[in-house]
């Protein structure tokens, strides 16, 4: 069965410093990976996908993410951290046909001054 | 950006009642989902739904019911209302094609007293 694993509940950074968060995924297949940003009270905003090609994918808001298949794993990484990027992020899995997202508990990240 | 409106966005009711959170959008999508978020917590799919007359029941066992009569509406109905009821509810839709990006509602609170 497909499952996501973010093995960080809460990550503390200061404003300017880079960040990475780390998404592990189980999936038998070529997977299709998100990464999605939750501010509070609010819905989920894409910050970005990949299906196929470059396994380095570019996003919004200067986020970038690596597929590596011998690792499973997708982390989301940032150069510069600033205090708006303090939100909720999920890393979420399709489930093949299905159309189905599996998503990650989440890691909710914190920005210091 | 994408068009899909959630209303309400908060409602507290008492136990017992019936209510029917909404979801629209605008963007002509065949799929559409519903997620049960809880504080800090992943999202669950409770349900989904292919096209019009279409409805398929998620991963997480769910007491609400859906229906699928307009392509672009898509309410969930809680015949009585529990406090067990009390969450965060995510409305999504994606395209009709294979797995792609799905476009997230902002949510509706719902507290049950």
């Known amino acids: 069965a497909q499952s996501v694993t973010q093995p960080d509940i809460h990550i503390t950074v200061s404003e300017g410093a880079s960040l990475e968060l780390r998404c592990n995924y189980s999936y038998g297949a070529t997977p299709y990976l998100f990464w999605y940003v939750q501010s509070p009270g609010q819905g989920l905003q894409l910050l970005l996908k990949y299906f196929s090609g470059d396994t380095l994918v570019q996003g919004i808001k200067g986020f970038e993410a690596e597929f590596k298949r011998s690792q499973s794993s997708f982390n989301l990484r940032k150069p510069s951290v600033h205090w708006s990027d303090a939100a909720e992020y999920f890393c979420?899995?399709?489930?093949?046909?299905?159309?189905?997202?599996?998503f990650g508990s989440g890691t909710r990240l914190l920005v210091r001054p | 950006e994408a068009d899909i409106y959630q209303t309400p966005r908060y409602l507290v009711i008492g136990t017992g009642k019936k209510i029917t959170l909404e979801c629209s959008q605008t963007m002509g999508h065949d799929k559409m989902y519903w997620y049960q978020q809880d504080p800090g917590m992943e999202l669950h799919l409770i349900h989904y739904?292919?096209?019009?007359?279409?409805?398929e029941k998620g991963d997480l066992s769910s007491e609400s019911t859906v229906s699928r009569i307009r392509t672009e509406h898509f309410p969930l109905t809680l015949e009585s209302a529990r406090p067990s009821h009390t969450s965060q509810y995510l409305c999504?839709?994606?395209?009709?094609?294979?797995?792609?990006?799905?476009?997230f509602g902002p949510g509706t609170r719902l507290l049950v007293l």
């Open positions: 979420a899995v399709g489930a093949g046909s299905s159309y189905k997202l599996i």
């Open positions: 999504a839709s994606s395209p009709g094609q294979n797995q792609e990006t799905q476009y």
């Open positions: 739904s292919y096209g019009v007359n279409s409805t």
